[in-house]
């Protein structure tokens, strides 16, 4: 007989059964496993399953929300049988060999009416009540960004003002000294009320209702080269009505760069209200950053060559491309490489997996990858606008460039023409480029030129000018 049990106190799964000592017991999902203490042995048996984990050297945190499967050798798991068990960091249920993994709220508020419940009582709100910020990243699916490095700059010189972190589910790690509230939670919808200023990277989706005196700074995330919002393809009326609703809850707009200036204020419509032009928080790490801890956490011996493959999502595509066998470049290469799915891919896929292969999608900031990388191979993300913040080389991977160009989005500006590296279309094309000792001379030039248009205002200090901008504007008081 096999049963299964909840231990609370401990944050444990628990699995117990008859016989011989299984070989092994894991829990496996798209982004996490843990392997469970077994013991006893000969009449019984208990298999332990930690429902928390540690990645990249961090601290042990509940495990991402998801599906994951159970697995104990030799053992008929089909009569495993828990309700939903709402712990202190997940929640959890167990059917069979499938265990549901979700974020730790009571499950009244996952209904309809206690959803709405919650959003009307925010809708009442007072709200901008709290000397405090509202920090969100991607969905709460990251706490990086340029909002981390707002965080971090802040958090040194206001110290007193409280700073909120929207997390997707408590595996999110927040800075030191923050508060994180789980998206949909009671303790959320009051931190997004209560807080004098929300500083976000993507639009604010679920029905957001400014409170006086409440200020919204929009950092976005990237400079574009593909096209964005009102400009992208296609004429759809309520995608434009979307758009502009949106960017209205705005105040203000950060853009790294003039050209970016230029391109969001039109392609969201952003009129009459200010844009910052003051390089981006998040690439201040790249010009004092120190590699050698970041690869140490990702279990990188110095000296090895990295590569970092950072692909943008697709409209049409739910997970990350596949246009490079990572395992094989690898090999090829003789380097280490990292793969860094688009945070729009990060819970529909599942981490790659490999020799000298590191699936670093899930990582915090995507600024220490491009410091610990000796070079980017990316295509359309905006990526290429920070990682040239390095100097370091970039390979463009476009099998699908005509159709990305002429159907799926359309760019700015032609990559062929300006790209600071070389744009390839096969694996093979790949290597030949990487084994190239010429190619930083052959695209010297051109990644001069791109430096000063995209990064002039990315010089280290940009955090503490948006700071500075903040405190002087009086959206919190230090």
Same mark, same amino acid.
């Given at each position: ?20 000592? %299984? ?40 495990? %991402? ?6 697995? $104990?050798? !030799? ?8 309700? %939903? ?7 959890? =249920? ?6 549901? $993994? ?33 920090? @969100? ?11 981390? =490095? ?32 789980? @998206? ?44 964005? /919002? ?24 950060? =853009? ?6 230029? $391109? ?35 279990? $990188? ?14 409209? !049409? ?84 460039? !005509? ?18 590296? %070389? ?13 190239? /000792? ?19 205002? !990315?010089?280290?200090? /940009? ?16």
């Amino acid at each position: 007989m096999t049963t299964a049990r909840i231990d609370d106190a401990a944050q444990t799964l628990v699995i117990a059964g008859n016989g011989p000592r %299984p070989q092994f017991a894991e829990l496996v999902g798209p982004r996490a496993r843990v392997d469970a203490r077994i013991t006893g042995g000969g009449k019984t048996w208990k298999a332990t399953f930690p429902l928390e984990a540690s990645r990249w050297g961090g601290p042990s945190l509940p495990l %991402p929300a998801g599906e994951y499967a159970l697995h $104990i050798s !030799d053992i008929d798991l089909g009569v495993l049988q828990i309700d %939903p068990v709402v712990l202190r960091g997940v929640r959890i =249920a167990v059917d069979g060999d499938a265990v549901r $993994i979700a974020p730790p709220i009571d499950p009244v508020y996952d209904t309809s009416e206690g959803r709405s419940t919650l959003e009307e009582r925010y809708v009442a709100q007072a709200g901008g009540t709290e000397n405090a910020v509202f920090f @969100e990243s991607f969905y709460g699916r990251s706490v990086g960004c340029n909002p981390r =490095a707002i965080d971090r700059e802040l958090a040194a010189r206001a110290p007193g003002v409280r700073r909120y972190w929207s997390v997707a589910d408590l595996s999110v790690e927040v800075p030191e000294g923050a508060i994180a509230v789980v @998206e949909g939670s009671p303790q959320w919808w009051h931190a997004r009320g209560a807080a004098r200023l929300l500083v976000v990277n993507d639009w604010l989706r679920r029905r957001f209702a400014r409170k006086p005196g409440q200020k919204v700074l929009q950092t976005w995330h990237g400079t574009p080269l593909k096209r964005l /919002a009102l400009h992208r393809p296609g004429f759809d009326p309520r995608r434009m009505a979307a758009v502009v609703k949106e960017s209205r809850r705005w105040d203000v707009l950060l =853009a790294q760069n003039m050209y970016a200036e230029r $391109i969001l204020r039109k392609a969201y419509a952003f009129l009459g209200r200010p844009i910052w032009v003051e390089g981006y928080p998040r690439n201040d790490a790249l010009t004092s950053g120190d590699s050698a801890a970041i690869r140490a956490d990702l279990g $990188i011996a110095q000296g090895e060559r990295v590569l970092l493959y950072a692909p943008t999502w697709r409209d !049409d595509l739910a997970e990350m491309v596949d246009f490079i066998d990572a395992e094989k470049l690898a090999l090829q290469a003789n380097a280490v490489v990292l793969v860094r799915g688009h945070s729009r891919t990060l819970e529909q896929g599942r981490d790659r997996a490999g020799a000298r292969v590191i699936d670093v999608t899930g990582y915090p900031e995507t600024a220490k990858l491009l410091l610990a990388a000796d070079a980017l191979i990316t295509d359309y993300s905006s990526v290429m606008f920070d990682f040239s913040v390095t100097g370091k080389p970039m390979y463009f991977m476009v099998p699908d460039l !005509d159709h990305y160009r002429g159907q799926l989005r359309g760019f700015y500006f032609d990559l062929a023409e300006r790209a600071p590296g %070389p744009l390839v279309r096969t694996q093979d094309e790949l290597v030949a480029a990487l084994d190239d /000792a010429d190619q930083r001379e052959k695209y010297a030039e051109r990644y001069s030129a791109w430096r000063k248009q995209f990064n002039s205002r !990315d010089d280290g200090r /940009a955090a503490e000018r948006v700071v500075d901008r903040i405190l002087d504007q009086g959206f919190v008081t230090p």
